[in-house]
């Protein structure tokens, strides 16, 4: 069961001092986030999503995340292709949904529908 990757749409860097990671990216980028909360801190790059998420470890890597029509469906075509469930289905605000699958020697994939996304 194959599905239709739409792109990347967003990249989430764990981080375990948000304020020190906040600082860092704003100097970086020359602007603070768009959106700044204890939960989530997002920046917008170029149309595309670069999120920090509190309280995890680097060590983890990034989230990558894929826009997809049906985040369930990704998550199935991928489970079915041998990758397991990291992280179920959710909306997280605003109709945008995402999930994670660890897949075998790569790593964790994201899927995302988000249905807000355009390219400026």
Known sequence: MAIELQGLRTVIYPVADLDAAKAWWAELLGEQPYFD???YVGFNVAGYELGLLPGQDPADGALT?????AVDEAVAAANAAGATEHTPASEVGGGIVTATVRVPGV???GFIHNPHFSLP
């Open 107 to 109: 790593g964790i994939v």
């Open 37 to 39: 909360e204890p939960f």
């Open 65 to 69: 995340y894929w826009g997809v029509e």
